[in-house]
Structure formats: structure tokens, C-alpha cells
């Protein structure tokens, strides 16, 4: 796998997208709270990966199935970032599977399910939905 191959590498940063850079970097000046749900990331090189992915410094929460026990698309997980800082109905849940999208939704997540034939599409509706509250993304 090409991702998996970037992000072992000397410069993991390379397999980050672009797009997700740049979607990141608008949230953050909006100053709108950013969070990770995961199953795997922490599973390449565990605590160190997160030193090494430098855009993760812009997330407040890092919520990772190694410390909680529970997988997406288990219902509870979406709970630990609600629990965390923000409303589901408040946030924006991105991802590449359908079946995460599928529960994220019936906790109350906005969702957005992600293209990776079509990045620049999918970060662009995250922005759009977080527009759309009190916070405008500009």
C-alpha cells in the first residue's frame, strides 16, 4: 500500500493530502475545534506516529481505539468526542467508509463521506457544513 509505505517513511508528512492540509489550516483560523477518530492510526508506530504527523498539532483531540477498547463504527466511540468538546449536531464527521458514516449520522454527526478520487470535493463540503453554524469558515 503507497499510504502505508509514505507514512513508515523517514517523512510521513508526505502522505498527507494537500487538500487536508489546506481544510485544516482554514478551520484552525476560524478557530473552530478540530478531532481524530480512529482505529488505526497510532497503530503504525504508536505514540511516536504522533509526534511525526506534524497537522496533528492542530487537532484538540485525539480519540484512538488503543486507549478507549472500542472500534468505529461501535456507537460509543463517536460518543468520546462528543463527551470531549462539541455537540454531535456541532460537528462534522469525515470519513472513508460507509459504515462509520453510517453510525456517525445516527449520533447526530454531520457527515461527509470522503472521495479519495475527489479529495478537494470532500473538504470542501466539510467546510460548507461548518459554515453553515455559528462559526462561519471563510
Same mark, same amino acid.
Given at each position: 500500500? @503507497?499510504?502505508?509505505?509514505?507514512?513508515?517513511? *523517514?517523512?510521513?508528512?508526505? $502522505?498527507?493530502?494537500?487538500? #487536508?492540509? !489546506?481544510?485544516?489550516?482554514?478551520?484552525?483560523?476560524?478557530?473552530?475545534?478540530?478531532?481524530?477518530?480512529?482505529?488505526?492510526?497510532?497503530?503504525?508506530?504508536?505514540?511516536?506516529?504522533?509526534?511525526?504527523?506534524?497537522?496533528?498539532?492542530?487537532?484538540?483531540?485525539?480519540? @484512538?481505539?488503543?486507549?478507549?477498547?472500542?472500534? *468505529?463504527?461501535?456507537?460509543? $466511540?463517536?460518543?468520546?468526542? #462528543?463527551? !470531549?468538546?462539541?455537540?454531535?449536531?456541532?460537528?462534522?464527521?469525515?470519513?472513508?467508509?460507509?459504515?462509520?458514516?453510517?453510525?456517525?449520522?445516527?449520533?447526530?454527526?454531520?457527515?461527509?463521506?470522503?472521495?479519495?478520487?475527489?479529495?478537494?470535493?470532500?473538504?470542501?463540503?466539510?467546510?460548507?457544513?461548518?459554515?453553515?453554524?455559528?462559526?462561519?469558515?471563510?
Amino acid at each position: 500500500n @503507497h499510504f502505508v509505505n509514505r507514512i513508515r517513511s *523517514n517523512d510521513p508528512n508526505s $502522505a498527507t493530502l494537500p487538500e #487536508a492540509l !489546506a481544510a485544516i489550516n482554514r478551520v484552525d483560523a476560524a478557530d473552530l475545534k478540530l478531532a481524530v477518530l480512529s482505529n488505526e492510526l497510532l497503530l503504525f508506530d504508536g505514540v511516536e506516529m504522533r509526534k511525526k504527523l506534524t497537522f496533528l498539532d492542530f487537532f484538540n483531540t485525539l480519540v @484512538h481505539a488503543i486507549d478507549t477498547g472500542i472500534l *468505529n463504527p461501535d456507537p460509543r $466511540a463517536y460518543g468520546f468526542v #462528543a463527551d !470531549a468538546w462539541v455537540a454531535p449536531e456541532e460537528s462534522v464527521f469525515l470519513d472513508d467508509q460507509i459504515k462509520n458514516i453510517k453510525y456517525a449520522d445516527e449520533s447526530g454527526m454531520q457527515t461527509v463521506l470522503f472521495d479519495m478520487c475527489a479529495p478537494a470535493v470532500s473538504y470542501a463540503e466539510v467546510l460548507a457544513l461548518l459554515g453553515r453554524g455559528q462559526n462561519r469558515i471563510c
